[in-house]
């Protein structure tokens, strides 16, 4: 079983950073790829970042490639979204994955989720 815990959401203006981290249960953590992704309301859930199971390779989505930065430690069992510059678009509930398969922006490539955690930007 394997269980992720998101945390590190919150309220912040237009421009402002946010640090995310997730939480992950099992022994063999670093043998999967991680993701991020996100859902705004009434919206469909959209890939924002993935990362190697050594945190050798990541993978942004366009929306969000500059501005934010994903790492993990691998010590700690545990992957962070740093989330720099952020807009009024970012607002979302923010959610890590553990990838399985070959997809890497689909969320059919991941098998294990968290419950989320929310972010919101104001303007």
């Known amino acids: 079983q394997v269980q992720l815990v998101e945390s590190g959401g919150g309220l912040v203006q237009a421009g402002g950073s946010l640090r995310l981290s997730c939480a992950a249960s099992?022994?063999?953590?670093?043998?999967?790829?991680m993701g991020w992704f996100r859902q705004a309301p009434g919206k469909e859930r959209e890939f924002v970042a993935a990362i190697s199971g050594s945190g050798g390779i990541t993978y942004y989505a366009d929306s969000v490639k500059g501005r934010f930065t994903i790492s993990r430690d691998n010590a700690k069992n545990t992957v962070y979204l740093q989330m720099n510059s952020l807009k009024p678009e970012d607002t979302a509930v923010y959610y890590c994955a553990r990838r399985t398969s070959w997809a890497v922006t689909s969320d059919t490539g991941y098998d294990y989720w968290g419950q989320g955690t929310q972010v919101t930007v104001s303007s």
């Open positions: 099992g022994r063999t953590f670093s043998s999967y790829d």
